[in-house]
């Protein structure tokens, strides 16, 4: 069974600018989940979907959006980038989003911010 | 809202030796798991370790076990046995069981964890 892929693994914007960050979950897993890694504040947690629904978003501003399709897959984007936006970006998925659940994770898109 | 603290930054252990990595979280919840990752530096996060509250016993995972103290919202990870491959950071992480799930994890800041040859 494949794991959970991401694309791209890297990626260099400038401030300004936006961008786009691809999520295939495990054949089968329905739940996606999106989390933002920096040295400074951490592993914080963007938002959740299942069924192509969000059904939570942790704190982050508008510019932080994202949607799931049909086939689970999943994308984040952020738009007008900022500095701080740099950071390792971490897609999970699972089965059904029960808390009882084991999120597998990606590998992650590692973002930095010119 | 829930909180995770690891308390240490960093740790270090020889080889075939036993390590205990901290962590404490705040709630004020009754039913939620408790979960211990490990991101090698490859980045991959990866499930170490896994625990329900409503279970009074502690989670076992071969060389992996935790102490899970309820009352004192502690939940330490022992490594038994370490093993150049447990070189990693090792976050620990709550989630809630109420709302099915859907506030995501809240991790602490990571422990990294150095194995001495």
């Known amino acids: 069974k494949a794991g959970v892929t991401q694309t791209p693994r890297y990626l260099i914007k400038t401030r300004g600018q936006q961008v786009t960050l691809s999520c295939s979950p495990i054949?089968?897993?329905?739940?996606v989940s999106w989390y933002q890694q920096t040295p400074g504040q951490g592993l914080q947690f963007l938002f959740e979907?299942?069924?192509?629904?969000?059904?939570n978003k942790g704190n982050f501003p508008g510019r932080f959006s994202g949607r799931q399709f049909s086939n689970s897959r999943s994308e984040m984007n952020v738009s007008t980038l900022e500095l701080g936006d740099s950071a390792l970006y971490l897609c999970?998925?699972?089965?059904?989003?029960?808390?009882?659940?084991?999120?597998?994770f990606g590998a992650g898109s590692r973002l930095t911010v010119l | 809202a829930q909180t995770v603290t690891q308390s240490q930054p960093e740790m270090s252990v020889q080889e075939a030796e036993t390590v205990t990595l901290s962590c404490t979280y705040d709630?004020?919840?009754?039913?939620?798991?408790l979960f211990w990752y490990k991101q090698p530096p490859s980045r991959q996060m990866i499930l170490v370790i896994r625990?329900?509250?409503?279970?009074?016993q502690n989670a076992t995972e071969n060389r992996f076990s935790v102490n899970f103290q309820k009352a004192a919202k502690s939940f330490s990870l022992k490594i038994s046995d370490s093993q150049l491959g447990d070189a990693a950071m090792y976050f620990c992480?709550?989630?809630?069981?109420?709302?099915?799930?859907?506030?995501?994890?809240?991790f602490g800041k990571g422990t990294h964890l150095i194995i001495q040859p």
């Open positions: 999970a998925s699972k089965a059904e989003p029960h808390g009882a659940n084991v999120l597998t």
């Open positions: 054949s089968g897993h329905r739940s």
């Open positions: 979907y299942f069924s192509e629904t969000q059904r």
């Open positions: 709630t004020s919840e009754s039913d939620y798991y």
């Open positions: 625990q329900e509250a409503y279970k009074q």
């Open positions: 992480a709550y989630r809630s069981r109420s709302g099915g799930g859907a506030d995501g994890l809240t």
